[in-house]
């Protein structure tokens, strides 16, 4: 059975849990009212969205203090540290997702 390399974001400075759960595609579905298999891969509003519920459920599962909201996480959020989680969601088996939106923008 292969182990999941457990994936940390920095945002503002402190480091997070960062990994897709059913608990970050629940909180997706509720924030957007859609699910994350319909996700808009253009739209860059989602793509940061879902990564803020991924971040925040993987916080809430591991017991780490997280009240960021989600403006201020955008704003706290590197275009590398985007790429970076799309990358690693491709590379661990879960829904190949790219993020053309930051591609065409660095």
């Not at 595609?25 to 509003?45: A, C, L, N």
């Not at 590197?78 to 661990?92: K, L």
């Amino acid at each position: 059975m292969e182990t999941k390399k457990l994936m940390k974001l920095t945002i503002g400075g402190k480091a997070y849990p960062c990994r897709v759960t059913m608990g970050a595609m629940t909180r997706f579905k509720h924030e957007s009212g859609k699910d994350v298999s319909k996700m808009d891969q253009g739209d860059i509003g989602e793509l940061v969205l879902f990564i803020y519920c991924c971040v925040k459920s993987a916080c809430n599962a591991d017991g780490v203090a997280f009240d960021m909201d989600f403006e201020t996480f955008a704003d706290h959020l590197e275009p590398d540290s985007v790429n970076a989680f799309y990358a690693s969601t491709g590379e661990s088996g879960e829904k190949k997702t790219s993020a053309p939106a930051l591609a065409k923008q660095a």
